[in-house]
């Protein structure tokens, strides 16, 4: 299953990637003390905030918030969709948070807005912004050579960490060996342990495939991402982004899991009808094995867009954007971000598992979906982008355009 090469087709006769993502430079040292200090005056901004907000604040109208449901209840229908939740959070106009179907199958359970998600390549947010706070310290240059790390990737001497994080390192998704196809070929017993080598190597053979330089969306290359944050910090992937991202944030609900399991209470994830929930996400690694909430990407996704970990420099680097071919700056990539119309984030997608994570700066908005099937045959393969862009519309007609139902 391959999602990076499907797309949908606007209303003004666009055509918008669904892909894993989107799935469509100087070097800056900073103390960890002064991004400290950013991180408390956030915290403060944050409680200020959320008083305002337990003081009242605007509510959508009956007319939107039904305008809402019936968008989002429309693609879960279209797409036999177990569950979903969503939340549009705009502070001008109002908040619409809900969950609908079942988390469970099997038990009847409903879907609380509360449970975890795989959340799949939105993960990728964390892994740039985990390797921009390295450079943020002066442990590592963007423009530095792969090969200063891990030279025993292929054509590692031509690639920089820049182009890793913008998918024109020439490292690309494939399957020389097979290994992929076996693999996937039993999505309810993907419980093999996965070392971050063994996926780079399924993904491209340890050979070089195309030099660096031409756009084309890389899980293989955040995982190698993921290989040189270890490197780099001294710590594994988990440990750095709970300590440098989910506990200053309060991300209590966002993880990196270790195993096949997900903690606590959460949304099953289907292949069809088969519940894929149990799977081992090494496979993944910092391409796409995060668990989160909506309410932490609710969160996380304003705090990415804006940089609240990083210094100005830094952000500035981040919004660094690759235009996409043909795109006309409508769909561009930076280090971590993907743009869309004006709209900033990722889009996930992994078997069981869908999600969409976007912020909109000029109105201070974000809408997140989550959706708990994708099917190997890919059947509903961007149902959860079709939602937000939906919702989108719904909330700001004709800034992005909503795909044909």
């Known amino acids: 299953m391959n999602p990076d090469r499907l797309w949908i087709t606007m209303h003004n006769g666009d055509a918008v990637p669904v892909r894993e993502g989107l799935e469509p430079d100087v070097r800056v040292a900073r103390t960890h003390m002064s991004r400290q200090r950013g991180l408390w005056m956030g915290i403060v901004l944050s409680v200020l905030v959320m008083a305002a907000a337990s003081c009242g604040g605007p509510s959508f109208s ?3 918030t039904t305008a809402l449901d019936r968008e989002l209840d429309t693609v879960m229908a279209s797409n036999k969709m177990p569950g979903a ?3 549009v959070w705009i502070p001008s106009q109002g908040t619409w948070f809900v969950a609908k179907g079942e988390a469970d199958v099997q038990a009847g359970m409903p879907m609380k ?8 390549s939105v993960t990728k947010t964390f892994t740039a912004t985990m390797v ?3 450079a943020d310290d002066g442990r590592l240059s963007l423009d530095d050579k792969l090969s200063e790390y891990l030279p025993e990737i292929a054509n590692a001497e ?7 994080l913008n998918h024109t390192s020439g490292i690309r998704d494939e399957d020389p060996t097979g290994a992929w196809a076996e693999y996937f070929a039993h999505t309810d017993r993907m419980l093999k342990r996965w070392t971050p080598m063994e996926v780079y190597q ?3 053979g340890s050979q070089v495939q195309e030099e660096p330089g031409e756009w084309e969306y890389s899980n293989a290359g955040y995982v190698v991402l993921g290989m040189v944050i270890e490197k780099v910090s001294g710590t594994s992937v988990p440990d750095f982004c709970e300590a440098e991202i989910a506990r200053p944030l309060g991300l209590e609900d966002t ?3 270790e195993g096949p399991e997900i903690t606590g209470e959460y949304a099953h994830g289907y292949d069809g009808s088969t519940d894929v929930t149990r799977m081992d996400m090494s496979w993944d690694f910092t391409a796409g094995a995060m668990i989160s909430t909506a309410s932490d990407l609710k969160v996380w996704s304003k705090s990415f ?4 970990l990083l210094s100005p420099e830094m952000l500035e680097q981040q919004n660094t954007f690759v235009e996409l071919p043909g795109r006309e700056g409508k769909v561009k990539e930076g280090l971590g971000p993907e743009y869309l119309y004006g709209w900033l984030g990722h889009a996930g997608a992994n078997i069981g598992y869908q999600c969409e994570m976007w912020y909109y700066p000029e109105e201070d908005a974000t809408i997140v979906v989550m959706m708990n099937k994708l099917s190997s045959d890919e059947s509903d393969l961007g149902a959860a982008t079709k939602a937000w862009m939906q919702l989108a519309d719904t909330v700001f007609p004709g800034i992005l355009p909503a795909p044909h139902r």
């Not at 807005?113 to 799949?120: E, L, Q």
């Not at 867009?305 to 609240?308: H, K, L, R, S």
């Open 62 to 64: 009956r007319e939107t």
């Open 85 to 87: 939740i969503a939340g």
């Open 113 to 120: 807005t509360s449970d975890k998600f795989r959340i799949a």
């Open 132 to 134: 921009l706070i390295l």
């Open 158 to 164: 031509n690639i920089t960490i820049r182009r890793l």
């Open 202 to 204: 399924a993904y491209t």
């Open 255 to 257: 993880y990196f899991p």
């Open 305 to 308: 867009v804006t940089g609240e």
